[in-house]
């Protein structure tokens, strides 16, 4: 069952949702799924209807800003991404008594670290190509351009935010030329021109994140990703300690898996979410 729904976010923002309700009673709670900065919903593809054919129920909306969202355009700060996740939990809580699990993607998953640190109704999260250090998938040009501004905010903090120039390169995207003229005539990149450089962009750490987590982790690396290889993704996972915590590769994939192989992504999503459900109930702990 699938229907569009309004979230209230950010600053009153209207975010534009889609609810994958599936009536099945299941031990695994529902699933937020994170887009990446300057992307959208969109992004996802079919992966959220795979979930739900699978038996979970799957929230998708766009951040404040993004895709058919309220909020300026390519902005994204920590209100943002912590107050448009938490408007996804109290619209779940809404639906039915549980807890939810998140799944970032790329900067997303900043959120999905973020609001698993800090929010009691997550009781899990997946960061897939997440990035050790924000800026870390951006060209050496941009990388400067970020390094040197965030030097600067350091120094100078009265400085306001900028805007950098974005171009989306959808074969850096995809391992298979096919997949990013598929993700270009979706186009869920496309909207996005600029890119604001802001105080929370430029000092985000993962490792710093995660190191506060006591909650199971799933790290989700992409094989032939080329902006987060699957060594950044691994030492994530390395410098935590959690007994629920995993590690996969999603094989013959760039870095947006949602296209190039959304069934093998979702095997390993809902089998670390079953997983996960199955310790906590035998712990008479059950994710509720």
């Known amino acids: 069952m699938k229907s569009e729904v309004i979230l209230k976010g950010y600053a009153g923002n209207k975010l534009h949702g889609t609810w994958y309700y599936n009536k099945n009673v299941s031990r695994i709670p529902p699933i937020v799924l994170l887009h990446g900065i300057f992307t959208d919903s969109r992004e996802f593809g079919v992966f959220p209807e795979i979930l739900c054919a699978k038996g979970m129920s799957v929230l998708t909306f766009d951040f404040s800003g993004h895709g058919k969202s309220e909020g300026i355009i390519s902005y994204i700060d920590r209100k943002i991404h912590m107050e448009d996740t938490l408007a996804a939990s109290r619209f779940i809580s809404g639906q039915q008594d549980s807890g939810i699990i998140l799944l970032g993607h790329s900067f997303g998953a900043f959120a999905a670290a973020l609001s698993a640190k800090e929010a009691d109704t997550v009781k899990a999260a997946i960061l897939l190509a997440p990035q050790i250090k924000s800026g870390g998938s951006l060209s050496p040009l941009k990388k400067i351009i970020f390094n040197t501004f965030g030097i600067l905010y350091n120094i100078l903090p009265f400085l306001p935010d900028i805007y950098i120039r974005n171009s989306v390169n959808y074969n850096k995207l995809f391992y298979n030329p096919q997949n990013a003229l598929k993700a270009e005539e979706i186009g869920f990149a496309s909207p996005m021109k ?95």
């Open 194 to 288: 600029n890119i604001k450089i802001c105080r929370y962009a430029i000092g985000l750490n993962n490792q710093q994140i995660i190191c506060h987590i006591n909650k199971p982790l799933l790290f989700i690396a992409c094989e032939k990703d080329e902006q987060i290889p699957v060594r950044n993704v691994r030492t994530l996972y390395e410098s935590t300690t959690g007994e629920f915590n995993k590690f996969e590769v999603v094989e013959g994939a760039g870095h947006s898996p949602f296209i190039e192989a959304p069934n093998q992504l979702a095997n390993i999503v809902y089998n670390f979410c079953e997983s996960i459900s199955l310790k906590y109930s035998d712990q008479n702990e059950r994710i509720r």
